[in-house]
């Protein structure tokens, strides 16, 4: 059988040992790249390590290789993106070596090799992560998660085993949800799975009583824009009512910490999902705190998250379908959900109480550009994007912050938007009046007044 040839990026210690491994599988390294003005023109093993743009000259001459490895396990999402975008036409195809983070150093490196994927291309790797500080704030501490199986709640519950939490308990309304992520966890943590709907303050209570929680992480919402759109007086009630009885139940019990989940949808909200949000931003930010610290984090699309676009995308191109797009110039803001939700953990760690923190997104990304960049690595060049128009409640952008006016924190992946007053007295007056209201579309904009709803487009 004929042994395919490639090009490894890389010449770092993973690179080398990835050749290594390469020898007993049929394949032939041809060359080595690298960055490093201080390694090109020289040999590892006597194989030539060559620089970007001189092997760009000999692809331009030479026939197409078969294999791009990109071996560099410690890079950034932006030179991922660009060793991509630069080299993979001269390619059958392209692999990646796992981050630091999941690579594992028992196994061959070969065995590890993935395809490439939207979120290798997407993700943004924070360079301040600060482990030690999120360690210090989880390390021993009994935490409640709610949502927590949930996109979002289940990588926070990850997150808490890693930074070795002392007791966890996993509050979510969806048995089947719950049941996912107790099964999938090995821990010697105890982990409680408390199966209840925010909603039920009593059992709330119950559960705050027998099991004195130091910390609070409120993931639970409902966040599909469309689905919300459909139920809005349940939405209210899930989205509102569940985290005003999370926090007042962590209030009447001294949690010492609690952490609101919100979104950028509720920055000058269009739809019922994202004023309901801004209303639990209201609410963390003027309640009587007494003894809880009481913080708010804001930050747009998670990749992969239930619902969003990439799950949705891969399942139309699993089936060969035209990939819909509501628009051709709709932008939202990503990150993977496992920097999402460490950079929380970092926010909650700093919090002082009444901040609403804003992660750093990165640049917005127009979601035609990610289904033609998914159609691309699919290599299906008989799919087609398709244009569906907006829908109900949804904006062609969105925003992280209402003005200007964000703090710096000593992280520059964290930022804090000022507070917005509202008496606490007039803010529960005007809740019990949502509820109560024959026009809740109204009602809520008496409370949100930056509120203007989209209809069908």
Same mark, same amino acid.
């Given at each position: ?56 000259? @000999? ?13 560099? =396990?410690?890079? $950034? ?11 993979? @036409? ?35 790797? =924070? ?65 409680? $799975?408390? /199966? ?30 469309? /689905? ?44 019922? /999902? ?13 309640? @009587? ?45 990503? /990150? ?27 640049? $917005? ?48 992946? &964290?930022?804090?938007?000022? $507070? ?26 008496? &409370? ?10």
């Amino acid at each position: 059988m004929k042994s395919k040839n490639v090009i490894i990026y890389g010449a770092g210690e993973a690179g080398h040992q990835l050749k290594k491994d390469l020898k007993t599988r049929n394949f032939t390294v041809n060359y080595f790249i690298d960055d490093n003005k201080a390694i090109q023109d020289t040999c590892i093993d006597t194989l030539p390590i060559l620089s970007k743009e001189k092997l760009i000259t @000999k692809l331009d001459k030479e026939e197409k290789f078969d294999l791009l490895i990109i071996a560099i =396990p410690s890079a $950034p999402k932006s030179v991922i993106t660009s060793i991509y975008n630069t080299l993979s @036409k001269y390619f059958k195809d392209v692999k990646v070596l796992p981050s630091l983070d999941t690579i594992l150093h028992h196994e061959l490196f070969s065995t590890q090799l993935k395809d490439i994927s939207v979120a290798d291309l997407l993700a943004r790797h =924070p360079k301040d992560l600060d482990k030690a500080k999120i360690s210090s704030f989880i390390d021993n501490k009994v935490i409640l998660i709610t949502g927590a199986g949930g996109s979002i709640g289940s990588e926070i519950v990850r997150q808490c085993i890693r930074f070795n939490a002392k007791k966890i308990i996993l509050i979510d309304h969806s048995e089947y949800n719950l049941y996912q992520i107790i099964e999938e966890i090995d821990t010697q943590i105890e982990i409680i $799975p408390v /199966m209840l709907s925010v909603v039920n303050k009593v059992l709330l209570q119950k559960t705050f009583i027998l099991h004195r929680p130091q910390i609070v992480i409120h993931a639970a919402a409902y966040k599909h824009v469309p /689905m919300v759109e459909l139920n809005i007086e349940g939405a209210i009630i899930n989205n509102v009512i569940g985290t005003k009885n999370c926090i007042d139940v962590s209030i009447a019990n001294k949690v010492e910490k609690f952490i609101l989940i919100s979104t950028d949808k509720a920055v000058r909200p269009s739809n019922v /999902m994202g004023a309901t949000k801004r209303i639990c931003e209201l609410y963390a930010q003027n309640v @009587k705190n007494h003894d809880t610290d009481i913080v708010a984090v804001r930050f747009g699309n998670v990749l992969g998250s239930s619902g969003s676009v990439i799950p949705k995308f891969k399942s139309q191109i699993a089936q060969g379908l035209d990939l819909t797009v509501t628009h051709p110039d709709i932008t939202r803001y990503f /990150m993977l959900i496992p920097e999402a939700c460490e950079l929380v953990l970092q926010a909650g760690a700093i919090g002082l109480g009444g901040e609403l923190f804003i992660l750093d997104m990165g640049a $917005p990304i127009k979601i035609v550009d990610l289904a033609k960049k998914m159609i691309e690595l699919s290599g299906n060049n008989t799919i087609h994007i398709k244009f569906t128009g907006l829908r109900t409640g949804e904006k062609l952008y969105e925003e992280l912050l209402i003005n200007d006016d964000n703090i710096n924190t000593e992280y520059d992946s &964290i930022t804090i938007t000022k $507070p917005t007053y509202y008496p606490i007295a007039q803010l529960n007056h005007d809740i019990e009046s949502l509820l109560q209201s024959d026009n809740m579309l109204k009602s809520l904009k008496k &409370i949100v007044i930056e509120f203007e709803h989209k209809e069908n487009i």
